[in-house]
């Protein structure tokens, strides 16, 4: 298959599958433990607010809803670990999703916690690394985690495209 094919095609699948294991874990967090996961109608209200021009808010739950912002935070979700699968195959290659390794996947999910740390919280009133928060080491805590669990979902997903394929 063609590079410029089966780059698009393998960032699609294999970043889906990973946001899909990100997104089993924070569920299991939730059942199991309680853990309140972040509402992505407030991330599709802050896009919203952000095409008007606004960057950040005080308290982005306090902002005016955004019409659609559920679906829109939804599929920005989706779609941002769709590009950070492409910036591990950009790095690494496509030659890394036909036989993938935990590393490069481990390290790319942890660099990936900088995306909630420095755009994300801070944007939604919540400080840099979460330190507007009632327990930001709590919150760091859990956001690094669930991005190293995106990392192996990276390598999960690709491990099962190798197998499918």
């Known amino acids: 298959m063609a590079d410029w094919i089966e780059f698009p095609l393998r960032a699609l699948a294999i970043g889906v599958g990973a946001t899909a294991v990100m997104d089993g874990w924070t569920l299991l967090q939730k059942h199991l433990l309680g853990v309140v996961p972040l509402d992505y109608a407030m991330v599709g209200r802050w896009l919203g607010h952000l095409a008007r021009g606004r960057?950040?808010?005080?308290?982005?739950?306090?902002a005016a809803p955004v019409a659609g912002e559920r679906l829109i935070g939804w599929l920005a979700h989706y779609a941002i670990g769709v590009a950070f699968a492409g910036l591990l195959l950009a790095l690494c290659g496509t030659d890394w999703a036909r036989h993938p390794s935990p590393g490069p996947a481990l390290a790319i999910g942890l660099a990936t916690v900088a995306a909630p740390f420095l755009i994300l919280q801070p944007a939604l009133g919540a400080g840099i690394a979460a330190s507007r928060t009632p327990r930001p080491n709590r919150a760091r805590l859990r956001s690094l985690t669930t991005h190293l669990v995106f990392g192996l979902g990276l390598y999960l997903a690709a491990e099962a495209l190798r197998w499918l394929g």
């Not at 960057?55 to 306090?62: F, L, M, P, S, W």
């Open 55 to 62: 960057v950040r808010h005080d308290a982005i739950a306090t």
